[in-house]
């Protein structure tokens, strides 16, 4: 019988429960991916309110990208120093901390401005480079203390655009079947596995695109199965959809559970199920029901980072977040409704 407040072990991670902050962007880095005592405060309380392990917002590889505002960034070994300091903080309170790596999208830098460039007209060498930039990133992300790093491969962020049928038409060995679609994936997989062994390697995946011709879950099953030969570490499963807004206890939890549970059937891998948890009894009823192994919040962490402690002390049995998503648009991407 797995309780939500077991000790466990991901690959080479240890948890003091099976909750973990799912990745979430704060919006606050510096143009060049610096990082100041605002987010320092942010890892802080997380890491003090009890969550198992905490997963970093958004992390660009890449020096160029500008998919969004404020994001951070493991594109230069000058950040190393900064997000050391982050990944203290969050020793200090025996929590493992895994560096989420992301590309938004790919930037090439022309004579007359940067072009965004999509999968299909990326050059092969364009591809290998920003499967460098990910294995430099990972590398970067050990030198700073990091235990772990997750590949972004949900949200129609880069890699998820790369390995959904809907955008990817290539027909080299980059595109068509789901093989070739995932060789990205795959490669960085290899490329941080030879040069960072020790480091846990996660990756956040769609379980449907929500889009015609996009990825549905057969395709993701698949795309999971070559992850889990690949040797990945843990699944978190997402969808496109990504924060369902409405959510509350007892009402729209656990959007993204169908389809983590049967994954969690049928891979060895750990499997992580984001989307929606609100209250214990769905949460445990999920543990109970499936072989998952840890469930992970984005927006109730926002609303109360202490709710992991306060729901272990039995102070509280589900989250005040009602979803409403203020949160997208609110500075530091903080809860107006903040506890
Ligand atoms: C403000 C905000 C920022 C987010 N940033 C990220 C991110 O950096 N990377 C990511 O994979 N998901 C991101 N998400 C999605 C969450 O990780 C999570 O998948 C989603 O909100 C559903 O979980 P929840 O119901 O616990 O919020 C973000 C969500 C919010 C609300």
């Not at 919006?27 to 003090?48: C, K, N, Q, V, W």
């Not at 379980?207 to 879950?217: A, E, L, V």
């Not at 709710?307 to 977040?321: R, Y």
């Amino acid at each position: 019988m797995k309780e939500i407040f077991d000790e466990i072990t991901l690959g080479n991670l240890h948890l003091k429960n099976r909750l973990v902050r799912s990745a979430t962007w704060e919006g606050i880095a510096a143009p060049d991916g610096g990082i100041d005592e605002r987010s320092y405060g942010i890892y802080e309380e997380l890491a003090a309110g009890g969550v198992g392990a905490i997963i970093s917002g958004f992390t660009s590889v890449a020096a160029n990208d500008r998919y969004f505002d404020g994001m951070m960034r493991l594109c230069d070994d000058a950040l190393v120093p900064q997000y050391a300091r982050l990944t203290k903080t969050v020793h200090a309170h025996g929590t493992p901390v895994i560096a989420q790596l992301a590309l938004g999208a790919f930037y090439r830098d022309t004579p007359t401005g940067i072009l965004q460039v999509e999968p299909d007209d990326m050059t092969p060498i364009e591809i290998e480079d920003v499967e460098h930039w990910f294995v430099d990133a990972a590398v970067r992300a050990q030198q700073a203390g990091f235990d772990g790093v997750q590949l972004h491969v949900a949200h129609f962020f880069f890699l998820s655009r790369f390995v959904s049928p809907a955008i990817n038409h290539r027909t080299d060995e980059y595109g068509g079947s789901t093989e070739n679609r995932a060789r990205i994936v795959l490669d960085i997989l290899a490329g941080i596995r030879a040069a960072t062994p020790n480091l846990h390697v996660s990756a956040k995946v769609n379980c449907s695109d929500f889009t015609p011709g996009g990825i549905d879950p057969t395709e993701a099953l698949a795309l999971c199965r070559l992850l889990a030969q690949g040797g990945i570490d843990s699944i978190e499963i997402s969808g496109n959809g990504t924060s369902v807004a409405g959510v509350r206890p007892g009402q729209g939890e656990a959007y993204f559970a169908p389809f983590a549970a049967r994954l969690s059937q049928e891979v060895a891998v750990p499997v992580i199920c984001v989307g929606g948890f609100r209250s214990r009894e769905v949460m445990q009823h999920l543990l109970d029901s499936s072989r998952i192994e840890a469930l992970s919040l984005s927006r109730p962490l926002l609303f109360d980072p202490a709710f992991p402690a306060k729901l272990e002390a039995g102070e509280v049995d589900a989250s005040g977040c009602v979803s409403c998503n203020a949160c997208y648009h609110t500075p530091n991407h903080a809860c107006r409704f903040r506890r």
